[in-house]
């Protein structure tokens, strides 16, 4: 009877390990980074909101724009056009080139001035299909001082959110900074049923 508890109990196992879902593997670095641009490009429509820096530093005033971005690529890089409504009969424009490597997890921020910010990333190997979540920090210059800065960038199918947080130094907590949130300017085309 022993015998037939052991050997039931080791093919349950055996079956058992044999249906366990098989890690999910990861895409080399040059796959991920088509995936992410290839979820990154289009035309988006959504709103900055931000800390106010006219007001005392300890202000947590926000203030809040309709926004609008258009990715294209660039070469290798990818091209952020935004354009923001700052009010009766005002609009702004910036410009940004965004390096993504994966291999050296970077992603790198050249504004129109051509000052470049290199930042680490962290998430790159959890996207699938150019979608997920990524951490990126590294210094910065934040109302024209010295920072460090955080950046939670969530990427969905229909979705681009990103959070800055910024800190004057490493034993300070991180201070909301501003916040993006998009969706895609088109809907999707409707499933096929």
């Keep these: ?40 490009v289009g035309q988006w429509t959504g709103f900055l909101e931000y800390r106010d820096y006219s007001e005392p530093d300890d202000s947590t005033k926000r203030v809040q724009l309709p926004t609008w971005l258009t990715i294209t690529p660039d070469g290798p890089n990818l091209k952020q056009y935004f354009l923001y409504d700052d009010g009766p009969n005002k609009t702004v424009d910036e410009t940004l080139n965004i390096g993504l490597n994966v291999a050296a997890s970077t992603y790198t921020i050249t504004n129109d001035h051509g000052h470049v910010e290199t930042y680490r990333v962290t998430g790159y190997d959890g996207l699938h299909g150019g979608r ?31 959070t800055e947080e910024n800190r004057p130094t490493a034993s300070t907590p991180y201070v909301f900074r501003h916040k993006y949130v998009f ?11």
Aim: charged letters at 20%.
């Design 1 to 40: 009877m022993r015998k037939l508890l052991l050997t039931a109990s080791l093919l349950l196992a055996a079956t058992l390990h044999a249906q366990a879902p098989a890690p999910l593997a990861i895409a080399p670095p040059a796959q991920i980074e088509s995936d992410l641009r290839d979820a990154l």
């Design 132 to 162: 997920g979540d990524l951490i990126i920090t590294g210094p910065t210059i934040d109302n024209g001082r010295p920072a460090e800065t955080r950046i939670l960038l969530t990427i969905r199918r229909n979705l681009i959110a990103w």
């Design 183 to 193: 969706t895609r300017a088109q809907s999707p085309a409707p499933p096929k049923h």
